[in-house]
């Protein structure tokens, strides 16, 4: 048998590897840090850039569009 779609049968890292590289698992996540929903995330810098922020995990949550929506139109405030 040819595998022929390589991206499905191999995996870049070992299993036990994975847990620890966050990055990866923050990329999988897909989960909005405002109201919990599983699908498409967006990054939202909580600190603009024009502001001194920076593409710092301290600085980015994932959120769903509609959240995000809502933080740039003031429905949803951060503390911060
Ligand atoms: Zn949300
Ligand atoms: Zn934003």
């Not at 049968?9 to 070992?14: A, D, I, K, Q």
């Not at 590289?21 to 909580?46: A, F, P, S, Y």
């Amino acid at each position: 048998m040819i595998v022929k779609d390589l991206s499905k049968s191999f995996n870049p890292l070992p299993k036990n590897k994975r847990v620890v590289n966050k990055k990866l698992l923050k990329d999988k996540k897909g989960v909005c840090e405002l109201c919990g929903k599983r699908g498409q995330t967006e990054k939202h810098h909580i600190k603009t850039k024009g502001s001194g922020g920076n593409d710092t995990e301290e600085n980015l949550i994932e959120v769903c569009r509609i959240c995000h929506t809502k933080i740039h139109n003031g429905e949803i405030k951060l503390d911060n």
